[in-house]
């Protein structure tokens, strides 16, 4: 009797056993194979524009199973309140912390380094500050640019077509660079007059400007970050054409709106996982491009595009995939 009572201890020695290490795995990501990401970003996840570019490229790598949850922050248009929430992912234990906002760098500059075990990435930028556990990635935002440009002049009735840009920084920057470029190789006597209203968020000077522009003669528009909702608004009510990029625009306005170039960030925020997971926490910088699928044009089938404008963009789409 006492041989099966000792037989019976140990067997529920080893049941308990087995069952606090199945629930230790269960209670930890890096147990069981998980991955976790969080992203603090400026504006709406569902903005259109730069936010939900990063969002829905995260919640795809969580629905394909490459990372195990997505912890997003939105709204942080605050540069301190942005600085809060990314130091206090870090301090919850996430694996990869995003601060997706070229004006977050200040911050994380100061953060990454007390935080040397968790990696953080940031853009667009081309800056990971020396840092091992810092990745910086930017968007060739200007191939996509000169590409709707060039389609831009070719539709154009009046040859002027105007741009309404934010803050002359990163990704913002190279796609009024790049759209005006694409208008001028078209048709080198257009007017591209530019708008800057210094702000990424502001609605109301956006609309101004769009407003402005139309008012000089502009019949076809661009612009970019997340404040083009009061531009497209604009843009609508006047029957102005519109060219949108960072996420596909066609909702917003889908009688004027001809075509958006869409950041697809999934390709190297996968190989950032890659990375992690294997040891490497930071130290590159990541471009997306058309070359690498980062870029796609996303034509709105319910706007009638002359095929032979069309073709100028597949043509210069192209190009930029052939020279890499």
Known sequence: MKNVTTKMAILFAVVALIAAACS?????????GGFRVAVVAPSASNDLAFTQSIVDALNKLESDGVVSEVAVTDGT????????????????????VIAHGSQYGGPLQEIAPDFP?????????????????????????????????????????????????????????????????????????ADVPVNYIDSFSDVALASEAASSLI?????????????????????????VLWFGTQANQTSLAPEIVVASQVYHWEG????????????????ELYVIN?????????????????DDVRQLGDDAVARFKSEG
């Open 77 to 96: 248009f605050v540069v301190d309140d942005a600085a809060v929430a990314i130091r206090d992912y870090a301090s919850d234990g996430y694996d990869l």
């Open 215 to 239: 008012g000089a003669g502009a019949d076809v528009l661009s612009g970019t970050a997340q404040m083009v909702v009061g531009a497209v608004g604009v843009a609508k009510t006047d029957g």
């Open 117 to 189: 075990e968790t990696s953080f990435a940031w853009g667009t930028s081309a800056d990971t500050f020396g840092l091992d556990n810092v990745y910086s990635y930017e968007a060739a935002s200007d191939e996509g640019g000169r590409v709707m440009g060039i389609m831009a002049a070719a539709l154009s009735q009046t040859n002027t077509v105007g741009i309404v840009g934010p803050i002359e920084v990163g990704d913002a920057k190279l796609y009024v660079d790049g759209f005006k470029a694409g208008v001028l190789v078209q048709n080198p006597s």
């Open 268 to 283: 190297i925020l996968e190989e950032m996982v890659t990375n992690v997971k294997d040891g490497k926490l930071g130290g």
């Open 290 to 306: 058309f070359a690498n699928d980062g870029l796609v044009i996303e034509y709105n089938d319910g706007f009638d595009l002359p």
């Open 24 to 32: 230790s795995s269960d209670d930890s990501g890096s147990d069981d």
